[in-house]
């Protein structure tokens, strides 16, 4: 499991396959069972935003990504910036429905 915090450039906010918000800077934090977000957003799809489930999608190293749930949100700076209480991260398989196997 993750600790402390993890920042990067590149990630999303996705309704399933679909963007809705493609962001250029973040952070995320973990304090105790606690998952944050602070992001800034480069575009931002109004109406897949308001869907539910959303999904943070954080590439890294070889193309595999992590993923958390996206509780709730709040836009700042007139939508530049977001920040979101996010669920423990999630495994590939329950973001897109698929079974795992070993």
């Known amino acids: 499991m993750l600790e402390g915090s993890v920042t990067?450039?590149?990630?999303?906010i996705r309704w399933h396959h679909y963007p809705a918000a493609v962001i250029r800077g973040y952070v995320v934090t973990r304090v105790g069972?606690?998952?944050r977000l602070?992001?800034?957003i480069a575009s931002r799809n109004a109406y897949n935003l308001a869907q539910?489930?959303?999904v943070l999608v954080?590439?890294?190293?070889?193309?595999?990504?992590w993923y958390w749930p996206v509780h709730?949100?709040?836009?700042?700076?007139d939508g530049a910036?977001?920040?979101a209480r996010l669920g423990p991260p999630l495994e590939?398989?329950?973001i897109y429905g698929s079974v795992r196997t070993a």
């Open 52 to 54: 539910r489930p959303l």
């Open 58 to 65: 954080v590439p890294y190293k070889g193309g595999a990504c």
């Open 81 to 83: 910036k977001l920040s």
């Open 33 to 35: 069972a606690d998952w």
């Open 38 to 40: 602070k992001a800034t």
């Open 8 to 12: 990067g450039v590149d990630a999303a």
């Open 92 to 94: 590939e398989s329950v």
């Open 72 to 77: 709730e949100y709040t836009l700042h700076e």
